[in-house]
């Protein structure tokens, strides 16, 4: 991964606790020369009047990197809008929140991710990685009872949501295929709907066919370099711990 000269920086909305951390980071990148936006919200969170700003959209094509300082919710959202640019935009996130399965870097551990992001060691062999996260393994899939699956992993998986039945269990199918779904509306099913990261979401009507496919490029996201992938499981899980 080369190193970013233009960095954004977006937080969650009325996240008071990230405020200071924007204007921090802010001022470490400019120090060292890296050209700094921030979305509109999070300059007016941090009180950054006169900063260089821009809206969520538009952070894809204005950045190099994307620094994202709030939980999984706010680093979907980010994504969504790194997939709906075509872009090929990394992100570091940050994880502000309980679990943060995706936002695995810690406050503590920003300025050692960006120094390695800046030095151009992220996604080489000497300790940064720039990893594909997918987005399955989030913390609606594990309290479904959904399996977690290794980012190396090529797969999707479709996890039952409080069913009905016994017989019902999470599937681990194959990432390349589209698949469809229709749901059987009519007699005492009347009513569906679906629901995106939970970004958004929709009612459906009989007939109606949702399609599942996987995106033409992965998401780029900035890993801890400090820790491995189960040396996080272990600590967002609290393995050995309970």
């Known amino acids: 991964m080369e190193a970013p000269g233009t960095v954004g920086i977006v937080a969650k909305t009325r996240l008071q606790e990230a405020a200071p951390v ?7 990148l400019a120090a060292r020369g890296v050209a700094v936006v921030l979305e509109t919200d999070t300059a007016r969170l941090a009180n950054r009047r006169g900063a260089r700003t821009c809206v969520r959209d538009d952070l894809p094509a204005a950045t190099d990197l994307i620094v994202v300082l709030g939980g999984d919710g ?3 959202g980010v994504a969504g809008r790194v997939a709906q640019a075509g872009a090929d935009t990394p992100i570091l996130a940050v994880n502000f929140g309980s679990l943060g399965f995706l936002t ?3 406050l503590p ?6 120094e390695s992001v800046l030095a151009g060691e992220a996604g080489s062999t000497s300790g940064g990685c720039c990893g594909r996260s997918p987005t399955g393994s989030t913390a609606y899939n594990l309290a479904a009872g959904g399996p977690i699956v290794h980012p190396r992993v090529d797969a999707v998986l479709v996890t039952p949501l409080a069913p009905h039945t016994l017989t019902n ?4 199918i194959p990432a ?3 698949i469809g779904v229709t749901p059987a509306l ?3 099913h009347q009513a569906a709907s679906a629901s995106f990261d939970g970004q958004f979401g929709m009612e459906l009507e009989a007939g109606d066919r949702v399609t599942v496919r996987r995106a033409p490029r992965p998401l780029r996201v900035v890993r801890a370099e400090s820790r491995s992938y189960f040396a996080v499981l ?6 050995s711990e309970r």
């Not at 204007?23 to 470490?28: G, K, L, V």
């Not at 269990?169 to 681990?172: A, E, K, L, Y």
């Open 22 to 28: 924007v204007a921090e980071a802010a001022d470490w």
């Open 169 to 172: 269990r999470p599937i681990v």
């Open 176 to 178: 390349t295929p589209p």
């Open 104 to 106: 695995e870097v810690t």
């Open 234 to 239: 272990r600590e967002k899980l609290k393995w």
């Open 186 to 188: 009519g007699g005492t």
């Open 74 to 76: 706010t680093l979907l």
């Open 109 to 114: 551990e920003l300025y050692t991710a960006l």
